[in-house]
């Protein structure tokens, strides 16, 4: 066989007619080979492969893409500061599901924050002019308008975690009720009686039902529910810190913490040593979001596992199935997917 030649005479990248005639078929049936097309028997598709490899063909996804009237790219926007995306491992495990599935595809992910007003204009600008093919959402609060205008444009979006019951947008959410319930009936079933709550900002959808779920197990428990156990944080290290100082400050009785996340879960930790309280002898502690942090503290963190990296596949797929789908057929009524994954708790030292 030939020596394989990266491009033809004279340095010019092969040509789909040049396969074609190397193969002894017709442009159009190389074309549907490329393509992936079952429309082709196997002898000619192998007939096609080897014209393929032994002229070093590569096809012009850009061209393919124009005429498909498509990009070839999704953004994944995040409505949030830099410093807290990179931060936090919940957004690296996103982007490692979305990855998986994108990897194998010729479809590109551009990352963008859009955490304020300027961000959100430019970022409306750049979808209105079609430079993707599709969003992916994630970290969005409730009165976020940036879902809306998403949908507005008529691009094909998906969001992680729902802003309320009532979701217009196609979904991935993991069960934040069962997890926080599940979290507090641990303690419960541990004999702590005075857990405390560290809460995600409230006008998020997912930390209000971790609250709610917390709040449910313990009325399923005959305790009451008392406000002043509970403190809203932020999500991040330094609001777990300031939480913490609070509710020990108003209740030094408690026995347990829930934390709304492993990262205001490390906050509390601080605080909680600091106050010279031992970790579990006089507080349990627990986290949410089974990350690296809660597996590296010392002692190990019990914390409610969601699957990220499974959320950030499944939103990939649900977007690439809008994006293949008619304009018509993506604002149909009942064809937005709804999809929740199962949470479950990982029992450490920390409880």
Not at 10 to 23: I, K, M, N
Not at 83 to 100: K, M, N
Not at 209 to 215: K, Q
Not at 316 to 324: H, K, S
């Amino acid at each position: 066989m030939a020596e394989r030649q990266p491009y033809g005479r004279g340095g010019r990248r092969p040509t789909l007619e040049q396969v074609a005639a190397r193969a002894g078929v017709g442009r159009g049936t190389v074309s549907r080979v490329i393509n992936g097309s079952p429309r082709v028997s196997e002898r000619t598709r192998a007939a096609v492969q080897a014209a393929v490899a032994e002229l070093g063909y590569v096809p012009n996804t850009a061209a393919r893409a124009l005429a498909a009237d498509r990009t070839d790219a999704i953004a994944l926007v995040v409505p949030e500061p830099e410093r807290r995306f990179f931060a936090e491992p919940y957004f690296s495990d996103i982007v490692h599901g979305v990855g998986l599935v994108l990897a194998e595809t010729e479809v590109q992910l551009l990352l963008t924050f859009a955490g304020g007003d300027r961000e959100r204009r430019r970022l409306g600008q750049y979808l209105g002019a079609q430079r993707v093919d599709g969003v992916l959402l994630v970290s969005v609060h409730a009165d976020d308008p940036l879902p809306d205008l998403v949908d507005q444009l008529g691009v094909p979006a998906v969001i992680s975690g729902r802003r309320s019951e009532d979701e217009a947008l196609s979904s991935v959410d993991s069960d934040n009720f069962g997890g926080g319930r599940v979290a507090v009936e641990h303690l419960l079933q541990r004999g702590r009686s005075t857990i405390a709550m560290i809460t995600g900002p409230l006008d998020v959808y997912g930390a209000r039902r971790r609250h709610d779920g917390c709040r449910a197990a313990l009325a399923a428990a005959g305790h009451r529910v008392d406000p002043e156990l509970v403190e809203q944080g932020d999500f991040t290290e330094e609001g777990g810190r300031r939480a913490m100082a609070a509710l020990l400050a108003r209740r030094p009785d408690l026995d347990a913490v829930f934390a709304g996340s492993d990262v205001m879960a490390a906050g509390a930790r601080l605080v909680l040593r600091e106050a010279g309280r031992r970790i579990p002898e006089d507080v349990a502690l627990v986290g949410y979001d089974d990350s690296v942090i809660a597996r590296h503290m010392e002692p190990a963190l019990t914390s409610v596992r969601q699957p990220i990296v499974e959320m950030g596949r499944e939103m990939t797929r649900l977007l690439l199935d809008e994006i293949a789908k008619r304009p018509e057929d993506r604002s149909a009524p009942g064809r937005r997917s709804q999809l929740v994954l199962p949470t479950e708790l990982v029992v450490r030292d920390s409880s």
